[in-house]
């Protein structure tokens, strides 16, 4: 069974533009989470999505969001990028709740 | 507020050595914790978890252990082999399905 994927891996934006990341959970799986890893916070959680609607949401600015469409990929949309965006993003789905499976992270750097 | 915390940032053990790693968390109404690995270059993988109403679970060389009244948790390894070497995070659950991670303990076994 596939595992899950995350486009791009590696991405280089300039401060004030916007970035979409993509993810697409493993098969069956319906729930999809977002998080962002950065090295002095750890992974802090920035949403979840269930059947294409937000079921969760972390304390993250509004120029984060996401949406997830009907065969269960998710994309995460940053506006307005801050050098403090750049981090580790880290994309998870499951088909229960308790068990994550995540994906290899998409690391966006901001200039 | 980080509610779920790993203060050691770093171990090292003996291969076959046991290796303890531990996190802390504030919250009392997590109901459930889990412990994941990560290697670089990948996402996180899930270890073991483990349900507020117990106090232990064993899953081969891994075990946790839940100390409520310290809000503590633990995980053992047991014997450590080299290919432990990883950064684990600690996660936590609440009523609400959002998961809280510490910030990872790096652990080197040497051969």
């Known amino acids: 069974k596939a595992g899950v994927t995350q486009t791009p891996r590696y991405l280089i934006k300039t401060r004030g533009q916007q970035v979409t990341l993509s993810c697409s959970p493993i098969s069956g799986h319906r729930s999809v989470s977002w998080y962002q890893q950065t090295p002095g916070q750890g992974l802090q959680f920035l949403f979840e999505y269930f059947s294409e609607t937000q079921r969760n949401k972390g304390n993250f600015p509004g120029r984060f969001s996401g949406r997830q469409f009907s065969n269960s990929r998710s994309e995460m949309n940053v506006s307005t990028l801050e050098l403090g965006d750049s981090a580790l993003y880290l994309c998870?789905?499951?088909?229960?709740?308790?068990?994550?499976?995540f994906g290899p992270g998409t690391r966006l750097t901001v200039t | 507020d980080q509610q779920v915390k790993q203060n050691s940032p770093s171990l090292s053990v003996q291969e076959g050595r046991i290796s303890i790693l531990n996190c802390d968390y504030t919250?009392?109404?997590?109901?459930?914790f889990l412990w994941y690995k990560k290697y670089p270059a990948e996402g996180p993988t899930f270890l073991i978890s483990i349900s507020s109403i117990k106090d232990k679970n064993e899953d081969g060389r891994f075990t946790v252990f839940l100390n409520k009244s310290a809000k503590h948790l633990s995980l053992h390894i047991v014997p450590s082999q080299p290919g432990d070497s990883a950064v684990y995070f600690c996660a936590a659950k609440n009523s609400g399905n959002q998961f809280y991670f510490g910030t990872g303990t790096s652990l080197t076994v040497i051969p």
């Open positions: 998870a789905s499951s088909l229960d709740i308790y068990e994550q499976y």
């Open positions: 919250n009392s109404m997590f109901d459930y």
